[in-house]
């Protein structure tokens, strides 16, 4: 018959119990590295891991991350995920999904904040770069306009349309009635093909078109309808489309 636990006995468990989790240490360990390091100094889970020490501070969030990139591919692409889809991965709740959206917002408001005050047509890569970041990988086709002024300044940056998986809705006269409203004397068309492949369809150079052909009219100029994909972007412009 077993006797009951001695003191010692006892204090080995209240200690054992009482001992913070194992990824304790590491979150600790990993917060210095990136302080060390940067995010260069990191793999790709390691970050994510990083993002998500505070919205799960209970939680050994290395096998999440890891789950996350398997789903979707890429850190850019878990941020960029649906909170539909997100919630999906076990383990992965509102809070955390909350962070990963801040976490995309501000990359698309430092690269926007980057064209604000610009002039943009001398600014190309600041605009690919935020084009990409903020429509490559959405799930669904959306239309944004770049709204510049007389001295290619950018005025205003709106999404006009939500669409489907390979096709957006655009009311060419809907576009410039709001230019005139913003008084802007030229545009960028920009939208995504969630296929990846940012090559022009044949409703695409069509939709395009009509929108020259609409702004022309009321003076108003398109200096390039930009199709950003996971695997690039196209130019009409350096197409020769319009």
């Known amino acids: 018959m077993a006797g009951k636990p001695d003191?010692?006995?006892?204090?080995v468990l209240s200690a054992?119990?009482?001992a913070p989790p194992h990824y304790h240490g590491h979150r600790k360990r990993l917060r210095a590295r990136f302080r060390q390091a940067g995010a260069q100094?990191?793999?790709e889970y390691e970050l994510l891991e990083l993002v998500l020490f505070r919205a799960l501070p209970r939680r050994d969030v290395k096998p999440i991350a890891k789950k996350l990139l398997e789903k979707f591919g890429s850190f850019a692409e878990v941020i960029s995920a649906p909170p539909a889809r997100l919630a999906e991965v076990s383990g992965?709740?509102?809070?955390?999904?909350?962070?990963?959206?801040?976490v995309q917002a501000a990359a698309n408001e430092f690269l926007r904040s980057g064209l604000r005050h610009k002039l943009v047509l001398s600014s190309w890569s600041a605009v690919l770069d935020y084009c990409r970041?903020?429509?490559?990988?959405?799930?669904?086709?959306e239309l944004r306009v770049l709204y510049l002024d007389k001295r290619n300044q950018l005025i205003a940056d709106e999404?006009?349309?939500?669409?489907t998986v390979d096709h957006t809705p655009v009311y060419p006269r809907e576009v410039v009635k709001r230019a005139l409203e913003l008084s802007a004397s030229a545009l960028i068309l920009v939208h995504n093909h969630p296929s990846g492949d940012p090559s022009p369809s044949r409703a695409d150079v069509a939709m395009t078109q009509a929108i020259v052909e609409a702004a022309r009219a009321l003076g108003i100029s398109l200096?390039?309808?930009i199709i950003v994909g996971r695997q690039g972007h196209a130019s009409f412009k350096a197409l020769g489309l319009i």
Request: net charge negative.
């Open 7 to 11: 003191l010692q006995e006892n204090a």
């Open 16 to 18: 054992i119990a009482e």
């Open 41 to 43: 100094g990191l793999a």
């Open 92 to 102: 992965f709740g509102e809070e955390a999904i909350t962070d990963l959206k801040i």
């Open 133 to 141: 970041t903020a429509m490559a990988y959405a799930e669904r086709e």
């Open 159 to 163: 999404r006009q349309q939500v669409g």
């Open 223 to 225: 200096h390039d309808h």
